[in-house]
Nanobody, 120 residues
Framework: QVQFVESGGGLVQPGGSLRLSCAAS????????IGWFRQAPGKEREGVLC????????YWQDSVKGRFTTSRDNGKKTVYLQMNNLKPEDTAVYHC?????????????WGQGTQVTVSS
């Protein structure tokens, strides 16, 4: 069963950093593009960025450019989201999603996600 599991969330002060991981249960990780999404309390889920199977990054939120980066280790079947200079507005449940192209908000296999809270 294809599955993507997020981890690494936590409580961090404004200006701090976190690295989230997305571990995949797939046969070939290099086939998959991985999208990162987040849902803040009382708000709709939104796309943050996507890393393609070829390693290119597409940002869906201008607010994270220059602060968030993503990388992948196909051998470990894991994608990472490095989040620096975190702001309170980054507080959300973060989800990863994988598909043969960058996933959209119509994705139907959401996992539990990982909570990121940015607060002093």
């Amino acid at each position: 069963q294809v599955q993507f599991v997020e981890s690494g969330g936590g409580l961090v002060q404004p200006g701090g950093s976190l690295r989230l991981s997305c571990a995949a249960s797939v046969f070939r990780m290099d086939y998959y593009s991985i999208g990162w999404f987040r849902q803040a309390p009382g708000k709709e889920r939104e796309g943050v960025l996507c890393i393609t199977s070829g390693g290119a990054t597409t940002y869906w939120q201008d607010s994270v450019k220059g602060r968030f980066t993503t990388s992948r280790d196909n051998g470990k079947k894991t994608v990472y989201l490095q989040m620096n200079n975190l702001k309170p507005e980054d507080t959300a449940v973060y989800h990863c999603a994988g598909d043969f192209a960058c996933p959209t908000l119509d994705y139907d296999r959401w996992g539990q996600g990982t909570q990121v809270t940015v607060s002093s």
